[in-house]
């Protein structure tokens, strides 16, 4: 069986084309820049080797062009090879689980826009765009939110008046579910112990950023709300704010619904508190170079991972692993080191050496960076959404096909 995974982003378009017999990734690549001068397509081959040129991308579909026409001149002979398609969605609305594609799903996909305004635009046209090109394949959305339907009533709910929770359905959904479900997985077998057994935090950390608490398995926490802006502050989104102050700030800017979305979605977060970059890499580095705006969105931005972790611990009364992924968590010694920092005494010491040390990588997925004395382990797992949503999506295409 034959699954391309598909996950756009607003000017991104990544794919995955997986051989599901062994799990084997056949071919990987990415679209950046759509709709913008200098759009780039690199990919790696099933022999590893990887390339990078120039792509012809002013919108989605003719990135998928660019896609298609690439993977015919490899791996594929011809689009009826691919036995289904698995499309990123942000929010899955009352869909609990991946679920073909069909009206009511893509109905369903444009009510909770206002939710995930960055993303459910690009990842409906993404599916549209791909129905039109292969209408033989089955097409699968897969959602970001199924991981967290096991979040109680009293962690999901808000406290607004009864009725936005029983008739609007208003409540925490979280996002990150492939991420948390999966690097949850490689916790288990890094500790060689079941799942069904585990406590752990998953703190996920990359442009969008969530912690989850997960239950033997179950989420039952994460920082993420029902709208994709609530919890820790992200590359360019706020994450908590008083929501007493956004009417303020509304009503002193004479800003429209449309322009305070867009402030906390586009212009916050580490963007907005730096003013030097969304990218932490770049805000690591002026940090070092004593700007001081950079150096207080990162620790801002560690304090609030380390606030939230906090609070897990106390949801799950303890917790056997921490887990860093995403970008920021797999790659960065100092963020690692940042959030951990003088919690000696509720039994996590990371050890400095593995710490700088640990890198992860499609072939050594995850490092334990824990000291000996560490009495909770500290794991950094390299994620794989994609496979999580090739999985999902199998379920799918074996029952409805
Ligand atoms: P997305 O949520 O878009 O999938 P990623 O998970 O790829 O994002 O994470 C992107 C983030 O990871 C960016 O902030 C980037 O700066 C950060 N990142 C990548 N490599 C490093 C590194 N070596 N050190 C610090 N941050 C890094």
Redesign the pocket.
């Known amino acids: 069986m034959l699954i391309l995974v598909i996950n756009s982003g607003s000017s991104s378009l990544k794919y995955t084309l997986f051989r599901m017999e062994d799990e084997a990734v056949l071919f990987a690549g990415a679209i950046d820049r759509i709709g913008q001068d200098g759009a780039r397509h690199s990919f790696r081959d099933a022999a590893n080797h990887e390339v990078e040129k120039e792509a012809y991308a002013p919108d989605h579909g003719a990135a998928l062009d660019e896609v298609f026409a690439t993977l015919l001149a490899g791996p594929l002979t011809s689009l009826s090879d691919l036995d289904a398609v698995a499309h990123r969605v942000g929010h899955g609305g009352k869909y609990r689980e991946a679920a073909r594609v069909n009206p009511d799903v893509i109905s369903e996909i444009r009510r909770m826009t206002p939710l995930i305004p960055l993303h459910h635009p690009a990842m409906i046209r993404e599916i549209e765009e791909c129905m039109i090109r292969m209408p033989q394949a089955v097409h699968v959305a897969v959602f970001d939110t199924w991981f967290h339907w096991s979040i109680p009533d009293e962690a999901a709910i808000y406290g607004l008046p009864w009725h936005y929770f029983s008739d609007r359905g208003y409540r925490r959904t979280g996002f990150h579910g492939n991420s948390h479900a999966y690097v949850a997985e490689k916790a288990a077998d890094r500790l060689g112990r079941p799942l069904g057994e585990l406590k752990l935090i998953t703190c996920h950390l990359?442009?969008?950023a969530s912690v989850c608490a997960i239950d033997r398995g179950r989420s039952v926490d994460t920082s993420l709300g029902m709208t994709s802006v609530e919890g820790l502050m992200m590359?360019t989104r706020a994450g908590d704010v008083d929501p007493g102050l956004i009417p303020v700030i509304m009503k002193e800017d004479s800003l429209s619904p449309d322009e305070m979305i867009s402030m906390l979605y586009r212009d916050s977060g580490l963007l907005g508190v730096s003013g030097v970059s969304?990218?932490?890499?770049e805000i690591?580095a002026a940090a070092a170079g004593g700007n001081d705006r950079a150096r207080l969105a990162l620790d801002a931005f560690c304090y609030k991972v380390k606030r939230y972790a906090g609070a897990m611990l106390m949801v799950l009364g303890g917790c056997d692993a921490l887990v860093f992924t995403?970008?920021?968590g797999s790659?960065?010694p100092t963020v690692r080191a940042k959030v951990l920092a003088s919690t000696e005494m509720l039994g996590f010491v990371i050890d400095a050496e593995k710490n700088a040390r640990a890198r992860t990588s499609p072939d050594n997925q995850v490092e334990d960076i824990s000291a000996k004395s560490s009495v909770i382990k500290i794991l950094v797992i390299e994620t794989f959404e994609e496979l999580m949503m090739a999985r999902q999506c199998r379920k799918v295409v074996g029952t409805k096909k």
């Open positions: 990359g442009n969008g590359g969304r990218d932490m890499r690591e995403g970008g920021i790659n960065s």
